[in-house]
């Protein structure tokens, strides 16, 4: 294929990603040097489109951005009233008292919000600023310098055929450059996956680990309503057949947010996430809360759990990875907005600095100094130790090791159990069809509980059909001829919007990708346990269109 030719912009910073990393580090650009072009590139058809979290939000990055934000009018107005933490049986529970729970696990002082809307928020002053931001730009590839570092991205391709060659309406895109590339594109980004591999940014590190979580906004009866209310629950329905737990936040005008993570570290390939999520809504103290409410939205996302010891190095030649790019995800605690914010806050300022400097594409060291050494690394050192103990002793005995080593650390600023590691990727875990049993999911009720398609439609997913499947297979055999036999194809299961089938043509099984599906939640391309599936972008503008996430 001949070469494509594209227009090129020049700018002093690129963002991929309009998520909070991207949008702070944007606003502090500017915040710094109101001279500085710099331009935001999101793949969403809007900005929010893509973007899911719980979310209860610690106000400590949206402070150093805007101290003055309530006055600003920030879509934060929920402040947290009450704190519950309960370990569920199949018909009772036990609430764990919360002087016992290490005080970093206190949400009062935080707020659930609607981390779409902050972001829409967050976009509104970024743009005042003079930031300019395109969504339904989709990057889909790096610009590489000549001497080998990030020079941009390409940006706003359309019209390939599903063969990946240019169609009739074909539109190359543009080469935006940058003196500095900024990637924000959240858990498994395409184009971080590309740079941290290229430059060997993990290498000394852990592996990444990583969960599923999936998302239902529900509108409940008033009476049942307790707005500022947040609840976290572990044990049943997942008991020791994964690591994970669910969410329950009382937003506002009658909104409940709830919403369930199972870390993909789990063995059995028959484990099937989506419905431990529609299984937990059964148990009584959920199903009494729901009952006469409304599910009006759903989504799903991976999070990145590895903690400190999983972070690569966050700056390479031409640019710096950001947020959930990164893997600043406190796992105990479900949350990493703040870190997100606090990255794009620190990155911005090693750039300013850099480029006052006469600097230009070469790595900014003080960037990756800060995330090491700054309140970000404060904050991940505390809990570094509790994935870890989850992955190797399980829900009671962790529970218990983690928060004394949580209590202590907060004391003392040491961790008493010194830094555990994790030792292989979630996809590696992943155990052999033969070893276990099946599992027995009741069927959704249409209800409560309902089944993938249904719920997915209220994600407000949608892609061009024409274009490339953009969830790539290395090797097509693969999944009918090694996943099938060893592992039962996990991809039917572990995908929370059924894109994946195996189906029955001219009397031998076919695996079929449903891409429309695809809600971008990367969990394919972590979970596979052949390493098989390549999650890369597809056109810009499609995808889930997240109303209120």
Same mark, same amino acid.
């Given at each position: 294929?001949?070469?494509?030719?594209?227009?090129?912009?020049?700018?002093?910073?690129?963002?991929? +990603?309009?998520?909070?990393?991207?949008?702070?580090?944007?606003?502090?650009?500017?915040?710094?040097?109101?001279?500085?072009?710099?331009?935001?590139?999101?793949?969403?058809?809007?900005?929010?489109?893509?973007?899911?979290?719980?979310?209860?939000?610690?106000?400590?990055?949206?402070?150093?951005?805007?101290?003055?934000?309530?006055? =600003?009018?920030?879509?934060?107005?929920?402040?947290?009233? %009450?704190?519950?933490?309960?370990?569920? /049986?199949?018909?009772?529970?036990?609430?764990?008292?919360?002087?016992?729970?290490?005080?970093?696990?206190?949400?009062?002082?935080?707020?659930?919000?609607?981390? +779409?809307?902050?972001? =829409?928020?967050?976009?509104?002053?970024?743009?005042?600023?003079?930031?300019?931001?395109?969504?339904?730009?989709? !990057?889909?590839?790096?610009?590489?310098?000549?001497?080998?570092?990030?020079?941009?991205?390409?940006?706003?391709?359309?019209? #390939?055929?599903?063969?990946?060659?240019?169609?009739?309406?074909? %539109?190359?895109?543009?080469?935006?450059?940058?003196?500095?590339?900024?990637?924000?594109?959240?858990? $498994?980004?395409?184009?971080?996956?590309?740079?941290?591999?290229?430059? /060997?940014?993990? %290498?000394?590190?852990?592996?990444?680990?990583?969960?599923?979580?999936?998302?239902?906004?529900?509108?409940?009866?008033?009476?049942?309503? $307790?707005?500022?209310?947040?609840?976290?629950?572990?044990?049943?329905?997942?008991?020791?057949?994964? +690591?994970?737990?669910?969410?329950?936040?009382?937003?506002?005008?009658?909104? @409940?947010?709830?919403?369930?993570?199972?870390?993909?570290?789990?063995?059995?390939?028959?484990?099937?996430?989506?419905?431990?999520?529609? =299984?937990?809504?059964?148990?009584?103290?959920?199903?009494? @809360?729901?009952? /006469?409410?409304?599910?009006?939205?759903?989504?799903? #996302?991976?999070?990145?759990?590895?903690?400190?010891?999983? &972070?690569?190095?966050?700056?390479?030649?031409?640019?710096?990875?950001?947020?959930?790019?990164?893997?600043?995800?406190?796992?105990? $605690?479900?949350?990493?907005?703040?870190?997100?914010?606090?990255?794009?806050?620190?990155?911005?300022?090693?750039?300013?600095?850099?480029?006052?400097? /006469?600097?230009?594409?070469?790595?900014?060291?003080?960037?990756?100094?800060?995330?090491?050494?700054?309140?970000?690394?404060?904050?991940?050192? =505390?809990?570094?130790?509790?994935?870890?103990?989850?992955?190797?002793?399980?829900?009671?005995?962790?529970?218990?090791?983690?928060?004394?080593?949580?209590?202590?650390?907060?004391?003392?600023?040491?961790?008493?159990?010194?830094?555990?590691?994790?030792?292989?990727?979630?996809?590696?875990?992943?155990?052999?069809?033969?070893?276990?049993?099946?599992?027995?999911?009741?069927?959704?009720?249409?209800?409560?509980?309902?089944?993938?398609?249904?719920?997915?439609?209220?994600?407000?997913?949608?892609?061009?059909?024409?274009?490339? !499947?953009?969830?790539?297979?290395?090797?097509?055999?693969?999944?009918?001829?090694?996943?099938?036999?060893?592992?039962?194809?996990?991809?039917?299961?572990?995908?929370?919007?059924?894109?994946?089938?195996?189906?029955?043509?001219? +009397?031998?099984?076919?695996?079929? &990708?449903?891409?429309?599906?695809?809600?971008? !939640?990367?969990?394919?391309?972590?979970?596979?346990?052949?390493?098989?599936?390549?999650?890369?972008?597809?056109?810009?503008?499609?995808?889930?269109?997240?109303?209120?996430?």
């Amino acid at each position: 294929m001949a070469e494509i030719e594209r227009e090129s912009m020049e700018y002093d910073v690129v963002i991929v +990603g309009a998520g909070p990393s991207g949008l702070s580090a944007a606003i502090r650009l500017k915040e710094l040097d109101a001279d500085l072009d710099v331009v935001v590139l999101e793949k969403g058809s809007e900005v929010g489109a893509h973007i899911l979290s719980g979310a209860v939000l610690d106000p400590v990055g949206l402070d150093a951005l805007f101290p003055d934000w309530k006055d =600003r009018g920030a879509p934060v107005t929920v402040p947290v009233k %009450e704190d519950n933490f309960i370990f569920l /049986g199949e018909a009772g529970k036990m609430r764990f008292p919360n002087w016992l729970m290490p005080p970093l696990m206190n949400n009062h002082g935080n707020y659930i919000v609607s981390m +779409g809307n902050v972001c =829409r928020w967050l976009a509104e002053q970024a743009e005042a600023l003079g930031v300019e931001i395109f969504p339904g730009m989709a !990057c889909s590839e790096i610009v590489w310098g000549d001497d080998g570092r990030v020079k941009g991205v390409v940006a706003g391709e359309f019209g #390939r055929n599903p063969d990946g060659t240019p169609g009739p309406n074909y %539109e190359p895109g543009m080469e935006l450059h940058g003196k500095y590339v900024f990637l924000g594109e959240g858990v $498994r980004g395409s184009l971080s996956k590309q740079v941290i591999g290229k430059f /060997g940014l993990s %290498e000394g590190r852990d592996p990444q680990k990583f969960g599923i979580g999936m998302k239902e906004v529900w509108e409940i009866d008033p009476a049942k309503h $307790r707005e500022g209310t947040v609840t976290h629950t572990m044990g049943w329905p997942l008991n020791g057949n994964a +690591g994970g737990g669910s969410f329950i936040y009382h937003a506002e005008n009658n909104q @409940l947010f709830i919403g369930f993570v199972v870390h993909l570290n789990y063995e059995n390939p028959y484990l099937y996430p989506y419905m431990e999520f529609q =299984r937990f809504k059964h148990h009584p103290i959920v199903a009494d @809360l729901l009952k /006469g409410g409304k599910r009006i939205a759903y989504g799903a #996302r991976a999070i990145s759990e590895g903690g400190y010891q999983s &972070i690569p190095q966050a700056a390479f030649p031409g640019g710096v990875l950001l947020g959930c790019s990164a893997g600043l995800v406190n796992v105990p $605690r479900i949350k990493g907005n703040h870190n997100a914010m606090m990255s794009g806050i620190e990155a911005a300022k090693a750039a300013v600095a850099a480029i006052k400097a /006469g600097r230009s594409g070469d790595t900014l060291e003080d960037y990756d100094t800060a995330l090491h050494a700054g309140p970000i690394a404060k904050d991940l050192k =505390r809990v570094k130790n509790v994935k870890p103990l989850w992955s190797h002793y399980g829900n009671f005995l962790a529970t218990a090791l983690g928060g004394f080593d949580m209590w202590v650390a907060n004391l003392t600023g040491r961790n008493p159990l010194g830094t555990l590691h994790h030792q292989k990727t979630d996809a590696a875990h992943t155990g052999k069809a033969g070893d276990f049993e099946k599992i027995d999911y009741p069927k959704p009720d249409g209800v409560l509980s309902f089944d993938r398609l249904t719920n997915v439609a209220s994600s407000f997913t949608n892609h061009e059909e024409s274009q490339p !499947c953009h969830l790539q297979l290395k090797d097509p055999s693969i999944p009918i001829d090694v996943n099938l036999p060893e592992y039962a194809e996990p991809a039917t299961r572990y995908c929370p919007a059924g894109v994946y089938e195996v189906v029955e043509k001219d +009397g031998k099984p076919e695996f079929v &990708i449903n891409f429309q599906n695809c809600v971008h !939640c990367k969990t394919c391309d972590i979970k596979d346990p052949s390493q098989n599936i390549n999650w890369v972008t597809p056109q810009g503008g499609d995808g889930p269109n997240y109303p209120n996430m």
